[in-house]
Nanobody, 122 residues
Framework: QLQLVESGGGLVQPGGSLRLSCAAS????????IGWFRQAPGKEREGVSC????????NYADSVKGRFTISRDNAKNTVYLQMNSLKPEDTAVYYC???????????????WGQGTQVTVSS
């Protein structure tokens, strides 16, 4: 059974950093593009970033460009989202998802994790 598990969320002060991880079980991530999405209370789930199968292509939402970096380590079957200069508006549940192409369009994704909470607050 294909499973994605996010970890690394938590409470951080504005300006701080967190690194989220997306680990796979039941399949190897190196056959999939991975996307990160987030959903704040009362809002739609939105695309944050994605990385292609080889890691050579990446994409970011304008709201996180220059602050977030996505990367992958296929040997560890894990994708990371390094989040720096965090703002209160980054507060959300963050999800990773897998599909065949790097896109921040939610409907393209077939497999989803359960999410990890990120709270940015002083």
């Amino acid at each position: 059974q294909l499973q994605l598990v996010e970890s690394g969320g938590g409470l951080v002060q504005p300006g701080g950093s967190l690194r989220l991880s997306c680990a796979a079980s039941g399949f190897t991530l190196d056959s999939y593009a991975i996307g990160w999405f987030r959903q704040a209370p009362g809002k739609e789930r939105e695309g944050v970033s994605c990385i292609g199968i080889s890691g050579g292509s990446t994409n970011y939402a304008d709201s996180v460009k220059g602050r977030f970096t996505i990367s992958r380590d296929n040997a560890k079957n894990t994708v990371y989202l390094q989040m720096n200069s965090l703002k209160p508006e980054d507060t959300a549940v963050y999800y990773c998802a897998a599909n065949q192409r790097c896109t921040v369009i939610r409907s393209y994704y077939d497999y989803w994790g359960q999410g990890t909470q990120v709270t940015v607050s002083s």
